[in-house]
C-alpha cells in the first residue's frame, strides 16, 4: 500500500481521469461520432480442419474486397472492421461463435460463412438474435426455400442446389440425345448435399430427356480415400454415362483411382464439382473431355472483368480462387451497394434496401446478381457447364444456364416440396 | 439392400475377379498399417494412437521424394525409412515416457502428437489437398483376368504388401531378434534381466511399425488424396481390424483385414447404404463371440 | 474416510447455485451466460463418465451416444409432439436408461480394452443409425428449424437467462444427485468392484448389476448434458453423437483430474476455456491443444484438480493439522 503514493497512477486520479474523458464523449454530437467509428462485421467460417481451405478462401476475397471499400470510404462513411472467428466446422461452435460475435464483440453484421449444417446452427442464433446475417456458403436449398426457415434479418448470399441441378440436368440431357446416353450410373457422396443434389439432377435430366434411365448408384463416404468398390461396381453394371457430385479431394481420388481402371475412358463423366482450379490443378493426369460444372473459372462468364478479378486474387494471395472466394466477393459488394442505396449501416434499414437489390457483378451470368425478394436468396450468378482439357484454361466450351428455365423449373420444384 | 446384385456378382467370374482383387487391395493397405499397431500392442502394451499419423506422414514423404527423384522405388523405401525415424524418435522422447502408466494417459500422449502432426504437415504442405499421381511405369491400361478388371498397379501393391507381410512374418517368427520381441512381449522383465536392452528394442518394434505404415502410406498415395486429417480414418480401420483380428497377433490382422477388405468390397454391392455399418457389425459380433478377437490372446 | 451428508451436499449446492444466479448480474457478460450453459452440459457429460471411469474403473470410448440420443431424444420430442418441457425431458431420460440398459448389458461384461471398443462400436452405430434415418432426424445436417419451447412453471426457456438458470439448477443437482451415488454403499460398492473385481464375487457382490447399474445411471446424467446442449443449440446435430464428443469427455477428465469429484468441472471449465481462446489467435488449433495435451500428460501426469488437492493435502499434513477442507472428499480414491 505505500506504493500507492509512488505514482500519480493512483485510483483518484484515473477515476477524476475517466470522469473527464466520458464528459469529454458526451459533449462530442453523437451523430458524427456514429459516422467515424467503424462497423464490426462478424464471420464465422471453417478454418482449420479438412475443409479449411472453404474459410480460409472465403476470408481471402472478402477481405480483398472489404481493403477496396474501406478505400472508398466503407459503408456509409463508417470503416469496416472483420472480426473472424474459426468454428472448426462444429455447428455448436456455428452457434456460440456467432452469439458472441454479436452480443460480446460489438458487430452489428454477420457474414455466416459455414458449411450447411453450421450455417442451420447460425440460422437459429439469427432467428433468435435478429442482427443482418448473410449466408455466404451454405448451398443447401432448403435453408432459403422452406418459408419455416424465412427470416426477415437473413439473405442467402450464394448459389443453391436446386438452381445447380436444373442447369446440370438440361446440359447433361443435351448431351445424352446427342450422344445416346441412356444407361447411368451415379456416385455421390452419402450425405445431405450428395443426396439431395444427386435426387434432384437425375429428376431434371429425366424430364429434359426421359430416355434417361439410371441402372446404378454407389454412395460413398464423405471423404472416404479408398473408391475401389465403387469403381469395381461401376465396372460391373457397365454404365454410358456417369454423375458424380463428389467435390475436392474426393473427387480428384476418385479421378486418380478411376485413372487406373480406364473408366473415363469408356464412360461419359459428368462431376458438378470439376469446373474448380484446386481440383482442376491437383489432378496429375487429368482426362480429356469430362462435362464439368463450374465452382469458379475465371474466363466463365468470359468478361474482362472476371478474368481481371480472378488474376488479382492469384496474384494477391499466390493460390487460385475458389467457389467459396466469389460468393463471399460478391456479399461485400451487395453490402457495399445497400449502404449506399440506405445511406446507413443499420440492419433492418440494410434489410430493407438488400431485399430484391441488384448490383453489378463479374459473377453474375449477364453481369448483374440479385437478392430475389421472395425469398432472399442469390439469383443471377453464372452456372455453366464445360468439358476438361489437360491445360490451362482447363476448360472449355463452356454453355452458360439460362434463368428463365431455371426459375420456371424452380417454381415447380417449390410446388411439389410444399414451400409455397 | 441389394441382393440381386450381389447374387449376379457371385456366380460371374469376371464380376468376382473385379470385386475379390477389390477387396484385395482394401485388405493389403489396410493390414500394412494394421500390422505395425498389433505389433506395437502386442509388444509394448501400447495402443499406438497415432498410428495413423505415421500413415500420413509416409503418404507425405512419398509425395516430395517423389517430386524430387521420380522414381517410386526410392519413393517407397524412403518414405518407409523416414517413417520409421520419426516412430523411433516418437517412441524414445516420448512414449517410454508413459510405460506401464494407465492407458489413458498413452492415449492422450498419442492423441496429442495427432494433433501435432496434423498441423505440421499443414505447415510444411499446406491445407489443401495434394495428389502425388500415377508413377509413369502404371500409366497403364488395366489387365483383364478371366473376364474381371485388375489394374496393374493394384496387383504390385497387393505383392508388395504380401511380401512385406512374409518378410514381418519371417522376421517375427524365424530370427533370432524376432524371439527376442516375442519373449520381450511375454515378459519383459525376464528379458532385462537377461541383459537385453529393452529400450533399444521397443524403439526398435516402433519403428518397425512406423515403416510399415510408411510403406502403406507410400503405396496408396498415387491414389489417394493427401490431406492433413487423412490419417484418422485409416486409424479407425486398422484399430478395428486389429480389435477383429486380436491385439497382438499379426496373423490375426492379415486375415482380419482380408475379411474387411472383401466385406465392403462384396458389401458394397449388397448393401450399398450400409458399408460402414456392415463393417462395425462385423466387430460387434467377433467381439460377443469372442471377446479377445479372433486370434487374440488374454491380456496379463 | 468421511462420508458427507446429504444435507451437506444440499448446502454446498445451494450456495453453488446462489453464486452462479448473482454472477451475470454483479459480471453481465452474454459470453459468460454461453459458456456456463455450454459449460454445464459438458459438466454433467464428463463427471458422468467419471463415475465410470475413476469410480467403476471402466473406460468407455462409447460415453457420447448418450450425450447424443439425449440431444436428439429431446429435441424431437418437443419438435414433433407438443408436450411441456418437463415431460420430454423424463422422457428422454428414460431413453437414455433404456439405451444404457441394453448396451450396458452386452458391453459389461468385456474388460478393459475390449469394453471400450465396444462401447465406441455401439456409439458408431448409433451415429450411423441417426445419420441413415434422414426423415425422422434430419441425416447429417441435423434437426434444423429450431425447438419450441412453451413456457412451464413460469419458466420460459426461450429466454437465454431463464435457459442459464435451469443449466446451472440442472449441473448443480445433477452433481449432488452423482455424489450422493458415490458416498452411498452403492458407490463403496462400485469402487470395491474397480479396485479388485475378483475379491468382491468372492464377497458375493453381483458385479455384473453392480456395473450396469452404474452403467446406466451414468448414460442418464449424460443425456441430462445433451439435454441442455440441444437447448442452447436448439437443435441437435450428429456431431453430438460421435466419437469426438467421448474423446472430449476423457480429455475433459484427463485436464481435470479423475481422482476427485469436481475434477471434470474443473476438466470443463480448462477445455472451454482453451477452445473458446486459442482460436481467438492462431489458426494452428491443433498444433497448440496438442502441446498443452503433451504437457498434461508427460508433465503433470494427473488432471489439474488432482494436482491442487493433493499438494493441499501434502501441505495439510505436513502442518499437522487435523481439521479437514470442508467440501473437499479427502478419500484417496
Same mark, same amino acid.
Given at each position: 500500500m505505500t506504493h500507492a503514493h509512488r505514482n500519480r497512477l493512483d485510483r483518484r486520479t484515473v477515476l477524476k481521469?475517466?470522469?473527464?474523458?466520458?464528459?469529454?464523449?458526451?459533449?462530442?454530437?453523437?451523430?458524427?461520432?456514429?459516422?467515424? @467509428?467503424?462497423? /464490426?462485421?462478424?464471420?464465422?467460417?471453417?478454418?482449420?480442419?479438412?475443409?479449411?481451405?472453404?474459410?480460409?478462401?472465403?476470408?481471402?476475397?472478402?477481405?480483398?474486397?472489404?481493403? @477496396?471499400?474501406n478505400a472508398a470510404g466503407g459503408l456509409a462513411g463508417r470503416q469496416i472492421e472483420m472480426v473472424i472467428r474459426d468454428s472448426k466446422g462444429q455447428p455448436q461452435e456455428a452457434a456460440r461463435l456467432s452469439r458472441e460475435l454479436i452480443n460480446s464483440d460489438g458487430c452489428e453484421i454477420l457474414i455466416d460463412a459455414e458449411a450447411s449444417s453450421g450455417a442451420f446452427a447460425v440460422h437459429e442464433v439469427a432467428r433468435d438474435l435478429g442482427m443482418l446475417t448473410l449466408h455466404t456458403n451454405s448451398e443447401t436449398s432448403s435453408l432459403s426455400a422452406d418459408p419455416k426457415l424465412h427470416l426477415p434479418n437473413v439473405f442467402r448470399a450464394c448459389r443453391q442446389g436446386v438452381h445447380d441441378s436444373i442447369v446440370g440436368g438440361s446440359y447433361a440431357a443435351k448431351v445424352a440425345?446427342?450422344?445416346?446416353?441412356?444407361?447411368?450410373?451415379?456416385?455421390?457422396?452419402?450425405?445431405?448435399?450428395?443426396? +439431395?443434389?444427386?435426387?434432384?439432377?437425375?429428376s431434371y435430366v429425366k424430364y429434359f430427356n426421359p430416355e434417361v434411365e439410371i441402372v446404378g448408384e454407389a454412395w460413398p463416404k464423405l471423404f472416404q480415400p479408398d473408391y475401389t468398390e465403387v469403381l469395381t461396381k461401376i465396372?460391373?453394371?457397365?454404365?454410358?454415362?456417369?454423375?458424380?457430385?463428389?467435390?475436392?479431394? +474426393?473427387?480428384?481420388?476418385?479421378?486418380?483411382?478411376?485413372?487406373?481402371?480406364?473408366?473415363?475412358?469408356?464412360?461419359?463423366?459428368?462431376?458438378?464439382?470439376?469446373? +474448380?482450379?484446386?481440383?482442376?490443378?491437383?489432378?496429375?493426369?487429368?482426362? /480429356?473431355?469430362?462435362?464439368?460444372? +463450374?465452382?469458379?473459372? @475465371?474466363?466463365?462468364?468470359?468478361t474482362p472483368a472476371n478474368a481481371a478479378w480472378g488474376d488479382a486474387y492469384r496474384a494477391k494471395y499466390n493460390e487460385y480462387p475458389t467457389n467459396w472466394s466469389w460468393q463471399n466477393a460478391a456479399v461485400v459488394h451487395f453490402l457495399a451497394e445497400a449502404a449506399k442505396k440506405a445511406n446507413s449501416t443499420d440492419g433492418a434499414k440494410l434489410a430493407e434496401v438488400l431485399k430484391g437489390l441488384t448490383i453489378e457483378s463479374p459473377f453474375g451470368t449477364d453481369g448483374h446478381l440479385t437478392l430475389r425478394a421472395e425469398d432472399q436468396t442469390l439469383v443471377g450468378y453464372a452456372i455453366g457447364w464445360g468439358t476438361t482439357i489437360p491445360t490451362e484454361p482447363y476448360v472449355t466450351d463452356m454453355t452458360a444456364g439460362d434463368w428463365k428455365q431455371i426459375y420456371e423449373l424452380e417454381a415447380e420444384w417449390k410446388k411439389k416440396k410444399n414451400y409455397t | 439392400m441389394d441382393f440381386a446384385t450381389l447374387a449376379t456378382c457371385l456366380s460371374s467370374p469376371a464380376c468376382l475377379v473385379t470385386q475379390a482383387t477389390g477387396g484385395l487391395i482394401i485388405g493389403m493397405l489396410l493390414f500394412l498399417v494394421a500390422a505395425g499397431l498389433t505389433l506395437i500392442f502386442g509388444v509394448l502394451k501400447v495402443v499406438n494412437f497415432a498410428h495413423g499419423s505415421f500413415y500420413m506422414l509416409g503418404a507425405y514423404f512419398a509425395l516430395t521424394i517423389f517430386q524430387l527423384t521420380g522414381s517410386y522405388t526410392l519413393t517407397i523405401l524412403g518414405a518407409g525409412m523416414a517413417t520409421a525415424m520419426v516412430g523411433l524418435v516418437?517412441?524414445?522422447?516420448?512414449?517410454?515416457?508413459?510405460?506401464?502408466?494407465?492407458?489413458?494417459?498413452?492415449?492422450?500422449?498419442?492423441?496429442?502428437?495427432?494433433?501435432?502432426?496434423?498441423?505440421?504437415?499443414?505447415?510444411?504442405?499446406?491445407?489443401?489437398?495434394?495428389?502425388?499421381?500415377?508413377?509413369?511405369?502404371?500409366?497403364?491400361?488395366?489387365?483383364?483376368?478371366?473376364?474381371?478388371?485388375?489394374?496393374?498397379?493394384?496387383?504390385?501393391?497387393?505383392? !508388395?504388401?504380401?511380401?512385406?507381410?512374409?518378410?514381418?512374418?519371417?522376421?517375427i517368427d524365424r530370427t533370432r531378434l524376432g524371439k527376442t520381441i516375442r519373449a520381450a512381449a511375454y515378459n519383459p522383465n525376464m528379458v532385462a534381466a537377461l541383459g !537385453?536392452?529393452?529400450?533399444?528394442?521397443? #524403439?526398435?518394434?516402433?519403428?518397425?511399425?512406423?515403416?510399415?505404415?510408411?510403406?502403406?502410406?507410400?503405396?496408396?498415395?498415387?491414389?489417394?488424396?493427401?490431406?492433413?486429417?487423412?490419417?484418422?480414418?485409416?486409424?479407425?480401420?486398422?484399430f478395428i481390424v486389429t480389435v477383429i483380428g486380436g491385439m497382438g497377433s499379426i496373423a490375426g490382422a492379415f486375415v482380419a483385414a482380408l475379411a474387411i477388405g472383401l466385406i465392403r468390397a462384396f458389401g458394397s454391392l449388397g448393401f450399398p447404404l450400409f458399408?460402414?455399418?456392415?463393417?462395425?457389425?462385423?466387430?460387434?459380433?467377433?467381439?460377443?463371440?469372442?471377446?479377445?478377437?479372433?486370434? #487374440?490372446?488374454?491380456?496379463? | 474416510m468421511t462420508r458427507r451428508s446429504l444435507a451437506f451436499d444440499l448446502l454446498v449446492g445451494a450456495a453453488a447455485l446462489a453464486i452462479l444466479a448473482l454472477m451475470p448480474i454483479v459480471w453481465p457478460s452474454k459470453a459468460l451466460v454461453d459458456f456456463v450453459i455450454r459449460g454445464s452440459a459438458f459438466a454433467l457429460f464428463a463427471t458422468s463418465l467419471n463415475f465410470l471411469v475413476g469410480y467403476g474403473g471402466m473406460v468407455s470410448f462409447g460415453h457420447g451416444m448418450f450425450f447424443g440420443l439425449g440431444a436428439y431424444s429431446f429435441a424431437l420430442l418437443m419438435q414433433r409432439t407438443g408436450m411441456p418441457i418437463p415431460a420430454a425431458f423424463a422422457l428422454t431420460l428414460l431413453m437414455c436408461a433404456a439405451l444404457g440398459l441394453i448396451v450396458g448389458a452386452i458391453c459389461v461384461r468385456l474388460k478393459e480394452i475390449y469394453f471400450a471398443f465396444l462401447t465406441l462400436a455401439f456409439q458408431m452405430l448409433l451415429y450411423s443409425l441417426i445419420? *441413415?434415418?434422414?426423415?425422422?432426424?434430419?441425416?447429417?445436417?441435423?434437426?434444423?428449424?429450431?425447438?419450441?419451447?412453451?413456457? %412451464?412453471?413460469?419458466?420460459?426457456?426461450?429466454?437465454?437467462?431463464?435457459?442459464?438458470?435451469?443449466?446451472?439448477?440442472?449441473?448443480?443437482?445433477?452433481?449432488?444427485?452423482?455424489?450422493?451415488?458415490?458416498?452411498?454403499?452403492?458407490?463403496?460398492?462400485?469402487?470395491?468392484?474397480?479396485?479388485?473385481?475378483?475379491? =468382491?464375487?468372492?464377497?458375493?457382490?453381483?458385479?455384473?448389476?453392480?456395473?450396469?447399474?452404474?452403467?446406466?445411471?451414468?448414460?442418464?446424467?449424460?443425456?441430462?448434458?445433451?439435454?441442455?446442449?440441444? *437447448?442452447?443449440?436448439?437443435?441437435?446435430?450428429?456431431?453430438?453423437?460421435?466419437?469426438?464428443?467421448?474423446?472430449?469427455?476423457?480429455?475433459?477428465?484427463?485436464?481435470?483430474?479423475?481422482?476427485?469429484?469436481?475434477?471434470?468441472?474443473?476438466?470443463?471449465?480448462?477445455?472451454?476455456?482453451?477452445?473458446?481462446?486459442?482460436?481467438?489467435?492462431?489458426?494452428?488449433?491443433?498444433?497448440? *491443444?496438442?502441446?498443452?495435451?503433451?504437457? %498434461? =500428460?508427460?508433465?503433470?501426469?494427473?488432471?489439474? *484438480?488432482?494436482?491442487?488437492l493433493d499438494a493441499w493435502r501434502r501441505q495439510v499434513t505436513l502442518a499437522g493439522v487435523g481439521a479437514k477442507p470442508s467440501g473437499v472428499s479427502n478419500a484417496p480414491l
Open positions: 481521469g475517466a470522469a473527464a474523458s466520458t464528459v469529454g464523449l458526451l459533449a462530442v454530437p453523437m451523430v458524427a461520432r456514429s459516422e467515424n @467509428k467503424a462497423i /464490426k462485421i462478424g464471420m464465422s467460417t471453417i478454418l482449420s480442419g479438412r475443409v479449411a481451405q472453404l474459410g480460409t478462401s472465403s476470408r481471402n476475397a472478402l477481405m480483398m474486397e472489404v481493403e @477496396k471499400i440425345k446427342a450422344k445416346n446416353l441412356t444407361k447411368w450410373m451415379t456416385t455421390s457422396p452419402d450425405y445431405a448435399y450428395g443426396r +439431395d443434389t444427386t435426387a434432384e439432377y437425375v465396372l460391373q453394371t457397365k454404365p454410358q454415362a456417369l454423375y458424380s457430385c463428389l467435390w475436392g479431394g +474426393d473427387l480428384t481420388a476418385f479421378i486418380d483411382q478411376g485413372n487406373i481402371y480406364a473408366l473415363f475412358q469408356q464412360t461419359e463423366t459428368f462431376a458438378v464439382n470439376m469446373a +474448380d482450379y484446386t481440383a482442376l490443378t491437383a489432378v496429375k493426369n487429368l482426362p /480429356k473431355g469430362i462435362h464439368s460444372g +463450374d465452382r469458379y473459372i @475465371k474466363t466463365f462468364p468470359n | 516418437f517412441e524414445r522422447l516420448f512414449i517410454s515416457r508413459v510405460y506401464g502408466q494407465n492407458v489413458l494417459m498413452q492415449l492422450l500422449v498419442c492423441y496429442g502428437f495427432v494433433l501435432i502432426f496434423d498441423d505440421a504437415v499443414k505447415i510444411v504442405w499446406g491445407p489443401e489437398f495434394k495428389s502425388m499421381g500415377m508413377p509413369a511405369t502404371f500409366q497403364v491400361p488395366p489387365l483383364f483376368i478371366a473376364g474381371g478388371v485388375v489394374p496393374p498397379f493394384y496387383l504390385f501393391v497387393v505383392g !508388395i504388401a504380401f511380401v512385406i507381410g512374409l518378410a514381418l512374418w519371417l522376421l !537385453i536392452n529393452t529400450g533399444y528394442l521397443y #524403439g526398435f518394434v516402433f519403428a518397425l511399425g512406423g515403416l510399415l505404415a510408411g510403406f502403406a502410406g507410400a503405396l496408396a498415395a498415387p491414389v489417394r488424396s493427401l490431406t492433413p486429417g487423412m490419417g484418422f480414418s485409416v486409424l479407425i480401420e486398422s458399408t460402414d455399418g456392415l463393417m462395425y457389425l462385423f466387430m460387434v459380433l467377433v467381439l460377443i463371440a469372442r471377446p479377445t478377437g479372433l486370434f #487374440g490372446k488374454e491380456i496379463a | 445419420i *441413415l434415418w434422414v426423415p425422422l432426424t434430419g441425416g447429417d445436417q441435423g434437426l434444423r428449424g429450431g425447438i419450441p419451447r412453451p413456457p %412451464f412453471l413460469g419458466v420460459n426457456l426461450a429466454n437465454q437467462m431463464h435457459l442459464y438458470l435451469m443449466s446451472c439448477a440442472l449441473l448443480v443437482v445433477g452433481l449432488i444427485l452423482m455424489h450422493h451415488l458415490v458416498q452411498s454403499p452403492f458407490g463403496y460398492t462400485l469402487r470395491m468392484i474397480r479396485d479388485n473385481a475378483t475379491r =468382491a464375487n468372492f464377497l458375493g457382490i453381483a458385479v455384473f448389476r453392480v456395473r450396469l447399474t452404474a452403467f446406466v445411471l451414468a448414460g442418464v446424467f449424460a443425456g441430462a448434458g445433451g439435454v441442455i446442449m440441444s *437447448l442452447f443449440v436448439s437443435g441437435a446435430y450428429p456431431e453430438f453423437a460421435y466419437w469426438t464428443i467421448s474423446g472430449e469427455g476423457i480429455f475433459i477428465i484427463m485436464l481435470g483430474g479423475w481422482n476427485s469429484f469436481l475434477g471434470p468441472v474443473v476438466g470443463t471449465v480448462i477445455l472451454l476455456v482453451l477452445n473458446d481462446f486459442v482460436t481467438r489467435f492462431t489458426e494452428y488449433y491443433g498444433l497448440t *491443444l496438442g502441446i498443452i495435451i503433451l504437457l %498434461f =500428460a508427460l508433465g503433470l501426469r494427473r488432471g489439474l *484438480l488432482d494436482v491442487v
